[in-house]
C-alpha cells in the first residue's frame, strides 16, 4: 500500500491542526495505522495507532489527550487530529501501515511497519 501524508503547515502555539493519511494500491481495512514524527536531530517518534476495525487505539505519553487517532476505512484515509499544539511538537510527522498484529506485538517499533508515507512539516511557532 502506498501512502501519502498532508495536512502539515505553520501554526500557532495552541493552536489545532489535523493530518491525513490517503493510501492507494490497497484497502486500509486490513491494517494498523499509526503516526510516527521525527524532529531535527532526533530518531523517529511514536506517537498513535488505531487496530484496521478502528475500534482500539494507543498513544504515546507525550500526546495522549491531546492528539486523537481515527481512520475512515470507506475512503481509505487516517487522521491525526493535534490539539493544544506546542513549540516541541514542531517536527515531520509520518503516517504507516503495518498488520493488525503490529498493534498488539509492538505498534511503538518502526520495524513493524512496511510502508510509510513521504512525512508531512508541522511547525509550532510561538
Known amino acids: 500500500v502506498q501512502l501519502q501524508a498532508s495536512g502539515g503547515g505553520l501554526v500557532q502555539a495552541g493552536d489545532s491542526l489535523r493530518l491525513s493519511c490517503a493510501a492507494s494500491g490497497r484497502t486500509l481495512s486490513g491494517y494498523t495505522m499509526s503516526w510516527f514524527r521525527q524532529a531535527a536531530g532526533k530518531e523517529r517518534e511514536f506517537l498513535a495507532a488505531?487496530?484496521?476495525?478502528?475500534?482500539?487505539?494507543t498513544y504515546a505519553r507525550s500526546v495522549k489527550g491531546r492528539f486523537t487517532i481515527s481512520r475512515d476505512n470507506a475512503k481509505n484515509l487516517a487522521y491525526l487530529q493535534m490539539n493544544k499544539l506546542k513549540l516541541a511538537d514542531t517536527a515531520v510527522y509520518y503516517c504507516a501501515a503495518g498488520s493488525e498484529g503490529a498493534f498488539y506485538h509492538g505498534p511503538t517499533q518502526t520495524a513493524e511497519y512496511s510502508s510509510w508515507g513521504q512525512g508531512t512539516l508541522v511547525t509550532v511557532s510561538s
Open positions: 488505531i487496530i484496521p476495525n478502528g475500534v482500539r487505539t
